[in-house]
């Protein structure tokens, strides 16, 4: 971003500021209330209460955003109904993206699942579809996701643990054994977009060679550079400028190749739980967006046609009307930025899409079970706010990887909110309420501040070069521990209530045996049968599309059908674009 440009938040508050407001509340009204309130404030309200009128209430990676008593018409004045609230399905979409919402398409229930080797997850998989799971949603261990090899040394003790482990198509192969893929919307969970032009390749790989025409499938991937070069816990990073182009050039090629494919999900949520704020969650989530569309508008590319297949990832945490407020707040905020800083014409374009897993940090292993009833509370925020599809998070969580009992229950939370509480059948139930929309307006405000923030950093890609967003991130997940040890934060079970009693132990998940030796085995046969000279070549003409600064996907796809692993993709890029140090680690 160039010093002369104006920012968002001066594009917003100039288009804005000549639009007639009509106040929901009259003068009049306004006024008899104001002195009613008065009247009462100072002969019903008690002197402690008087003082401490406005409280924060201190949760687990939660705003700060101090909270008043008692919500009036008072707290939200000019409230215009059709400019900030409306109708769903039309502008501002503050009370959700579609007119009859769950009434018409029930939210997806998409849990997440991977662990051990490729045939684990597949049983896993089949066992959740078979139980009413309506989406995948899988996630791989940490050797795939930091882009090793199973048998590479980096990778020792790791493989196959809170992931399912992948390193060529022939994996693919055995993870979506009789899954047809292009009859189930599939999340691949992978993370960064270097991760992305990989894993991603080696599923269309395997799509073609099971005769499935890419226009079919439909499913998303992460493709984040926040992930990569801002909450990855690897040793070896690529430049972020780098990074983001192949974020961007992952996007240009689903876009044209894959087009029901999601082709980015902008990544909230584990930014968040890596111990940022609600707010910076979505500032971040949001400045991605827009520097990426910028960069597509500049590649020839209309905003309407990019913008509707752009996703949100967002997490769901324990301050309950500030989360359903906050994913009302960045839907209304993303439609402002979609129509009048992008012009957007196509309503689709101006949706804030996304998926809401409830927040994995806010779980504790002290007395484990109370977290089924924190994920229960996160889901109901997630459905009330209006996403559209959900992971909850299962109690054992805190340990390791979810038992099947738990995964079921998780996947059971979901299913009692939709079919038993009959909150999907009313649209925005919480909409109108005084307290809701004016935490609403708070959070928006809120949130393009931090926006405003980051853009006079430079944008997004120079904050994370700065060490701006870095050092934002160091100093408030330092400040969270300080409150949690000083029982500021309070957590039942944790700091408060605690209980001597010992509890009957609950049954943690254990991980296959053997599946990293089987997986270093698989690796060895795959490179003795492979066709060795066409793996040197996929592999060189990649390094030579990474140097001269090409869309890499159709080259990575080359290297997947040659049977190249993830690994030796990776060492490509790192020969190619060299390495990176984030902020403070040098």
């Known amino acids: 971003m160039s010093a002369n440009e104006k920012t968002t938040k001066e594009i917003l508050k100039e288009c804005l500021s000549s639009q007639h407001r009509r106040a929901l509340y009259s003068p009049e009204a306004l006024e008899e209330i104001r002195r009613e309130f008065v009247r009462w404030f100072s002969s019903a309200v008690g002197e402690r209460d008087r003082e401490s009128w406005r409280e924060t209430p201190l949760t687990v990676l939660g705003s700060d955003v101090p909270r008043e008593l008692l919500y009036t018409p008072l707290s939200n004045p000019d409230l215009d109904y059709l400019r900030d609230l409306g109708f769903s399905g039309v502008e501002p979409f503050t009370r959700g993206i579609h007119a009859n ?11 997440l699942t991977g662990f051990g080797s490729p045939e684990d997850t597949n ?51 055995l993870l979506f054994r009789d899954i047809p893929l292009d009859e189930v919307t599939i999340s691949i969970v992978s993370h960064y977009p270097s991760n992305t032009a990989i894993l991603f390749s080696m599923f269309l790989v395997l799509a073609e060679e099971r005769g499935i025409p890419w226009d079919r499938l439909r499913g998303s991937v992460q493709n984040d550079t926040t992930m990569e070069e801002l909450v990855r816990s690897g040793s070896e990073y690529i430049p972020p400028r780098d990074c983001f182009r192949i974020q961007c050039d992952n996007i240009e090629f689903i876009k044209t190749h894959v087009p029901r494919w999601n082709y980015i999900t902008l990544n909230g949520y584990n930014l968040r739980e890596f111990g940022t704020s609600s707010i910076t969650e979505m500032a971040v989530a949001l400045s991605n967006g827009i520097e990426t569309l910028e960069d597509l508008l500049s590649r020839g590319y209309s905003v309407d046609n990019i913008g509707d297949r752009l996703a949100f990832f967002w997490s769901v945490g324990n301050d309950f009307f500030e989360e359903v407020a906050r994913l009302r707040a960045v839907r209304r905020l993303w439609y402002k930025i979609m129509k009048y800083r992008f012009h957007a014409r196509n309503p689709r374009a101006m949706w804030m899409r996304c998926h809401v897993q409830t927040s994995g940090v806010s779980l504790f292993q002290q007395e484990p079970l109370n977290n089924i009833i924190r994920a229960a509370y996160h889901a109901l925020a997630a459905v009330l706010g209006g996403t559209q599809s959900l992971h909850v998070d299962s109690y054992d969580e805190a340990y390791s990887v979810p038992t099947e009992e738990a995964a079921l229950l998780s996947l059971r939370t ?60 160091a100093s408030y997940f330092a400040e969270q521990q300080r ?35 089987r997986q270093k085995a698989r690796l060895e046969r795959l490179r003795s049968t492979r066709d060795s000279q066409r793996v040197e070549e996929a592999l060189s003409a990649l390094r030579d599309a990474c140097r001269r600064k090409e869309n890499i996907l159709p080259y990575c796809l080359d290297c997947a059908r040659a049977r190249c692993t993830e690994g030796e993709m990776f060492k490509v890029f790192k020969e190619a674009y060299g390495l990176w140090r984030p902020h403070g680690f040098w």
């Open 123 to 173: 049983a896993r998989i089949k066992f959740m579809l078979e139980h009413g799971a309506t989406g995948l949603n899988v996630l791989f261990d940490v050797p795939t996701i930091q882009m090793y090899d199973s048998d590479d040394p980096m990778a020792a003790g790791q493989v196959g643990m809170s992931g399912v482990c992948v390193d060529s198509v022939e994996d693919m192969d």
């Open 414 to 473: 979901q299913q009692i909110i939709q079919e038993e509480t009959g909150i999907t059948h009313v649209v925005d139930p919480l909409g109108g309420s005084f307290y809701v929309e004016a935490l609403t307006s708070e959070m928006e405000k809120r949130i393009l501040d931090e926006i405003d923030e980051i853009e006079r950093e430079g944008g997004y890609v120079a904050a994370i070069e700065s060490g701006m967003l870095h050092k934002k991130i």
């Open 483 to 517: 409150r949690l040890e000083k029982g500021e934060i309070r957590v039942v079970a944790y700091n408060v209530y605690k209980s001597d009693e010992r509890l009957p132990d609950i049954d943690v998940f254990r991980y296959p045996q053997g599946v990293e030796e």
């Open 101 to 111: 919402m769950y009434r018409g398409k029930k939210f997806t229930m998409r849990q």
